[in-house]
């Protein structure tokens, strides 16, 4: 996805803002960061769900006719989209999320789709035509796929049918121009660290029943489809770790940079140990925090902090081509952690990135109220800036201007806070904290 709009989805206003490889929201709690988030999120899984959602059809389109198909995949996926954000929110808005290559909106590469809704006369109308079109379209190219993927069906036949299956994905992918999968890391993600199997059933369990009921009605169930996606994700990484350590893992998958054959585990291996002052380790389904001092600790009765940031470091030492929300990287580390984290989140993305096929790109958003993560991103753009190689930041580590974005979220907008002509951050947004904390102590030595 390279754009999205929206407007008056409350508490946004009037947004628009560009995806590149890292976005970084701030804002003041509730102005709006997790809502854009979240509807970055879903316009970026909309690939996902239309591949679903055809998959799962009858699809007998010769007997059913095309239009009544697409009408139906479409009304399907547009009742989900008005499920999991609720109808409270949707009512009088509009969301449209550009997809395809370049910067110009005008290209042949690119296209658009928008979700709508207005009141009139005290009835909702909803609007999704374009939607109906995007799907019109890969229907219709994908014919020959979709009519083997229903005689393999028909004739039970799985090797046929997953084979057609995934030749209809990567289709619909690369329709989209995305061949990534999208990943949410929500807030609050260290219950995962005391979930044992029982516990984690039932809590799956009822996550799926109000998923499926759709109980939560006009409030969404986003958050609950949200926090089950990410316990099943969590226990596909935990299993990639089964028995490993973070430094075994990497000695058998080597980081290296697609133009040179340098091998930067000692730098990913030295922030890991320097974040959680130890290691991590899963020895069959139980994870431990290794201890500098030696001592091994349950992942359950490690630090808030520890628990908070090891589903980070494991995405980032997995170094899977995704698109990743992060909320909150900051939460419960120490200011040095932080840096250290978004160090390390920097690499992840030169190392999943293909600068010759956008396709291929990871993207990260980032919500964060933290000046020490957006001081240390632009530490990180200043030294490509600068271009001189140090002991201190790796090449591996710097941040074209390009490849960032940083918006603050407030009023109901998102304002661009980047300074082009500097290419960082600006530094005003990142002392605005202190300065009124300044200013106030000096207002209070002021009255001796």
């Known amino acids: 996805m390279q754009r999205i709009v929206v407007k008056k989805f409350d508490p946004l206003i009037d947004v628009k803002i560009d995806i590149s490889n890292i976005v970084v929201l701030i804002g003041e709690s509730a102005s709006g960061k997790s809502t854009l988030a979240k509807l970055v999120y879903f316009f970026t899984r909309l690939k996902d769900e239309i591949f679903t959602t055809i998959r799962f059809s009858d699809l007998d389109i010769e007997n059913r006719g095309i239009d009544d198909f697409t009408l139906n995949i479409s009304q399907e996926i547009f009742d989900k989209y008005k499920g999991l954000f609720g109808e409270d929110l949707i009512i009088d808005s509009s969301v449209t999320a550009t997809y395809g290559k370049g910067n110009n909106e005008n290209s042949p590469s690119q296209f658009k789709v928008c979700f709508s809704s207005e009141t009139e006369n005290k009835s909702i109308k909803y609007f999704y035509g374009s939607l109906i079109d995007v799907i019109k379209k890969i229907v219709t190219e994908n014919d020959i796929v979709l009519n083997n993927l229903k005689l393999s069906q028909t004739k039970k036949d799985n090797s046929a049918k997953e084979h057609y299956e995934k030749q209809l994905q990567n289709n ?99 922030l890991i140990k320097e974040i959680l002052h130890g290691s991590y380790k899963n020895d069959n389904d139980s994870e431990f925090i290794l201890l500098e001092n030696g001592k091994k600790i349950p992942l359950e009765n490690s630090s808030s902090g520890q628990q908070e940031v090891i589903r980070i470091i494991q995405e980032i030492v997995e170094r899977k081509t995704s698109f990743r929300v992060i909320e909150e990287p900051e939460a419960h580390l120490f200011p040095t952690a932080q840096k250290q984290l978004v160090e390390m989140i920097s690499v992840l993305s030169k190392l999943t990135t293909d600068n010759n096929n956008d396709e291929y790109n990871s993207k990260i958003v980032i919500t964060t109220h933290s000046p020490y993560i957006l001081a240390a991103f632009n530490n990180l753009l200043f030294a490509e800036k600068i271009g001189i190689e140090n002991e201190r930041i790796k090449p591996l580590m710097w941040i074209n201007q390009n490849q960032l974005k940083a918006y603050k979220m407030e009023k109901g907008k998102a304002v661009d806070i980047f300074d082009y002509e500097l290419g960082l951050i600006k530094n005003e947004e990142i002392d605005e904290a202190s300065n009124i904390i300044n200013k106030e102590y000096d207002f209070i030595e002021n009255l001796k």
């Open 172 to 270: 619909i992918n690369c329709f989209f121009f995305d061949q990534t999968t999208s990943i949410y890391i929500p807030a609050g993600r260290s219950f995962t660290s005391w979930l044992n199997e029982k516990m984690k059933l039932n809590f799956y369990s009822t996550l799926s029943d109000v998923v499926k009921s759709h109980s939560i009605g006009k409030h969404g169930y986003l958050d609950y489809k949200i926090m089950l996606d990410f316990i099943n994700h969590v226990s596909v990484v935990k299993d990639r770790f089964r028995n490993e350590s973070i430094e075994s893992y990497l000695n058998s998958n080597f980081l290296i940079t697609k133009d040179n054959n340098d091998n930067y585990n000692p730098i990913i291996n030295e």
